[in-house]
């Protein structure tokens, strides 16, 4: 059996989709202690000027060694309405944003208290667009090291790590910048559709 640890990342770069859609078992690590500058609480996309960095604030857990079930979002600046607008700006002329906006709209009005709860929510919907059930067990305890015949791809996936050169695909803005590898999935939902289950499975990882 195909068995791996995780962290719930924000949304997910597409290289951690690629491993979430050819397991067997996925273990979600709740209580592993938050790690800063990494894709639990961020996400990139391609914007008209290049690559948006996009961070989700936290409350005192951002600096605190708390575990991930603890890490509270913090709604004291109005963060969901300008991640919803980059996202809009971003992807309003891509070929399938219309098809997939509403999915992912409540995100950006409801408040949720835990960002690991709002990063799994999140996940639930991604996997429903691509039609697939994730096989996912969330952890009660913290393992530094997993149990055998499970392996731990935590703090792998991070932002400014080239993880997997990915086959280059129409951006939005491909007439302004070189294809930009590895970004959120929305990109790849918003700009391939039906097939991004397909172009993600064919990643090797």
């Known amino acids: 059996m195909?068995?791996?640890?995780?962290?719930?990342?924000?949304?997910?770069?597409c290289s951690?989709?690629?491993?979430l859609l050819k397991v067997d078992r996925i273990y979600l690590d709740?209580?592993?202690?938050?790690?800063?500058?990494?894709?639990?609480?961020r996400a990139h996309i391609l914007g008209a000027n290049g690559l948006l960095r996009l961070s989700i604030p936290l409350a005192s857990g951002k600096h605190q060694h708390s575990?991930?079930?603890?890490?509270?979002?913090?709604?004291n600046e109005p963060w969901q309405k300008l991640h919803w607008q980059s996202f809009t700006s971003a992807y309003r002329r891509s070929p399938f944003f219309e098809f997939y906006e509403d999915a992912f709209a409540s995100f950006y009005r409801d408040q949720f208290q835990f960002l690991f709860e709002y990063n799994i929510a999140l996940m639930k919907v991604i996997a429903k667009i691509l039609r697939t059930e994730l096989p996912i067990v969330i952890t009660d305890v913290y393992s530094a090291v997993p149990p055998e015949g499970i392996r731990?791809?935590?703090?792998?996936?991070?932002p400014g790590r080239v993880y997997t050169p990915l086959p280059p695909y129409t951006q939005v803005f491909s007439?302004?910048?070189?294809?930009i590898n590895d970004l959120s999935v929305l990109d790849v939902l918003f700009n391939l559709g039906n097939n991004s289950k397909n172009y993600l499975t064919q990643i090797t990882v």
């Open 2 to 13: 195909n068995q791996i640890l995780i962290e719930a990342q924000y949304i997910g770069s």
């Open 16 to 19: 951690y989709w690629a491993n």
């Open 30 to 41: 709740s209580h592993e202690h938050y790690a800063k500058r990494s894709y639990r609480n």
């Open 67 to 75: 575990a991930m079930k603890d890490v509270r979002i913090t709604y």
């Open 152 to 158: 731990d791809l935590r703090n792998l996936i991070i």
């Open 175 to 179: 007439d302004r910048f070189d294809f």
